[in-house]
């Protein structure tokens, strides 16, 4: 009977020793003890993200260490934050490509829509990311004269249906791209006002996307050089040193690259990326 009084001590007390153990209250970084920790602590591992669990048991902590590193971008793919960028190929250097983007994709704009906002883009976006090409200005008349050609005109003159003689009435005159004030201003002066407008004119980030509004860019330039007689094309640019021609070659590179499959270099995006707007440094003018 003494012994069977001790055992059943020995029980009780093994007993309470466990239910000790096995009932720790969680609190502040300590989850108290877990019957089945793999319910609330995942195994397995998120790249770029170290959060080794001590009860995995199919690795070392230094095996996860390495699992979490950072892997390489799969060829083609685009940065957060980094638009589809004019590329050039090192097998043919007369081979330009535009890298595939959605047209109405996003891509951050760091210049908001104060009066330094607007000059720091003046002066700090010069290039034009795309090459000039015969399909690009195609692309960009299209689409100027769907959204700009109304207020500006169709020939960039300021004249457009808008402001026409038999009727048409509009506050403010629209801005005269032909003008020298344009032909020399920056294409971050035109690309902040597409972005947020200027003066009477409102923002036209929402309606036309990244590649878009840099083809209507290069369609506005060909404008300004066929009032000068000047040759703005895929071929030659002699309206300024900014805009860079594909080349008479672009077209069957391309076409050759297509049937061939060629793998193509990447060059990250420059600056801000996302915007240059049509811009009308006068006051009011633009719709």
């Known amino acids: 009977m003494t012994k069977l009084l001790t055992y059943i001590k020995y029980a009780i007390l093994c007993l309470f020793v466990a239910m000790f153990f096995a009932c720790q209250k969680p609190g502040g970084n300590t989850p108290g003890s877990e019957f ?3 319910m609330g602590h995942s195994t397995a591992y998120e790249a770029n993200y170290y959060n080794y669990y001590y009860y995995n048991t199919w690795g070392t902590e230094d095996e996860y260490h390495q699992y979490a590193q950072p892997r390489l971008p799969v060829a083609g793919t685009i940065p957060r934050g980094f638009a589809g960028e004019a590329l050039s190929g090192k097998k043919n250097p007369l081979r330009h ?3 595939s983007i959605r047209k109405n994709g996003s ?3 760091y210049y908001d829509a ?3 906002g607007r000059a720091a883009a003046t002066s700090e976006i010069i290039n034009n990311p795309y090459p000039i090409t015969d399909a690009g200005l195609a692309r960009g008349k299209e689409l100027y004269e769907i959204f700009c050609g109304i207020c500006h005109g169709n020939k960039g003159d300021g004249a ?3 402001v026409r003689d038999d009727g048409g009435k509009y506050p403010v005159q629209p801005a005269n791209l032909l003008l020298p004030e344009f032909v020399t201003a920056s294409n971050g002066q035109y690309y902040h006002t597409i972005m947020h407008g200027k003066g009477k004119m409102g923002a036209y980030k929402d309606k036309i996307g990244y590649e878009e509004r840099w083809q209507v860019l290069h369609y506005i330039r060909s404008l300004q050089a066929k009032e000068l007689k000047l040759e703005y094309s895929q071929v030659s640019n002699t309206l300024n040193d900014i805009e860079t ?3 008479a070659s672009y077209s069957a590179v391309m076409e050759s690259d297509m049937d ?4 193509h270099d990447i060059h990250e995006e420059d600056h801000d990326s996302d915007g240059h707007g049509v811009s ?3 006051n009011e003018d633009h719709h």
């Not at 061939?260 to 793998?263: E, L, R, V």
């Open 114 to 116: 104060s009066e330094e």
């Open 36 to 38: 089945i920790p793999d």
């Open 97 to 99: 490509e535009v890298l």
């Open 107 to 109: 891509v951050p704009f």
């Open 280 to 282: 009308d440094d006068q």
């Open 160 to 162: 457009g249906y808008l």
């Open 245 to 247: 021609p594909a080349g």
């Open 260 to 263: 061939h499959g060629d793998d």
